[in-house]
């Protein structure tokens, strides 16, 4: 069965140093999500991804934040100067075009745990 | 401000109870997914509810949606000690690119 991919699994990076987390979306998918959660809480959006532009981001997406489709099959998420409060699961989510369905079912990766120390 | 929020957040049970999760908001959502999450691993999805009053059947597992697309609720037949983990419900807009606002998790605990 597909399923969204991830890596690094886990990601243990200083503060003020630069990350890219990577997910390779279902492959017939057309709508791309980031989603984190720390540790205890809720999950929470980031950011969607459609047609080669960010369709909708929180606040959480600020100017440190980027995403981006660099092909066919990879979705990026950058942080560029990482905080001690970045540490989180992020995770990754991809939809299909939904046509006449009408409704967004997101299917999630397992997942990348970065550690800001 | 969206908001889903669910109850109870904690639930221990004895194998073989029945339980039920609710997921509550003010808000009226397109649908809503039922995911359960194990520690350290993503969001697994378990169902997708759409029409209001729709009700959804997975073995064990029934998901009802409100019949005002605000409120779901997840019951449980006869617990198994494999169904322990993290229940999360999330609500979707009505775009097909809409974020998916999730509720704060109901941890089960089914002992043996």
């Known amino acids: 069965e597909p399923e969204v991919t991830q890596t690094p699994s886990h990601q243990v990076t200083q503060m003020g140093q630069e990350v890219i987390l990577r997910c390779v979306p279902i492959?017939?998918?057309?709508?791309f999500y980031w989603y984190r959660q720390i540790l205890g809480q809720k999950v929470e959006f980031l950011v969607s991804?459609?047609?080669?532009?960010?369709?909708?981001k929180s606040e959480i997406f600020d100017d440190q934040f980027s995403v981006e489709r660099p092909d066919g099959s990879n979705f990026t998420l950058k942080i560029r100067s990482t905080k001690l409060e970045d540490s989180a699961m992020y995770f990754c989510a991809s939809s299909e075009w939904l046509g006449g369905r009408g409704y967004n079912e997101q299917f999630f990766g397992p997942g990348t745990r970065l550690t800001v120390l | 401000t969206q908001l889903l929020e669910q109850s109870p957040q904690f639930l221990s049970i004895q194998e073989g109870e029945n339980l039920t999760v609710y997921c509550n908001s003010s808000?009226?959502?397109?649908?809503l997914q039922w995911y359960r999450q194990e520690p350290g691993e993503g969001p697994v999805l378990l169902v997708t509810?759409?029409?209001?009053?729709e009700v959804k059947k997975l073995k064990r597992l029934t998901f009802q949606f409100g019949d005002a697309r605000k409120d779901s609720s997840l019951h449980i037949t006869a617990a198994q000690p494999g169904d322990t983990g993290l229940y999360l419900c999330?609500?979707?807009?009505?775009?097909?690119?809409?974020?998916?606002?999730f509720g704060t998790g109901t941890r089960l605990q089914v002992f043996p």
């Open positions: 492959s017939n998918h057309l709508y």
């Open positions: 999330a609500g979707a807009g009505m775009w097909n690119t809409d974020k998916l606002i």
């Open positions: 808000s009226v959502f397109s649908s």
């Open positions: 991804f459609y047609n080669n532009e960010i369709s909708e």
């Open positions: 509810v759409v029409t209001g009053g």
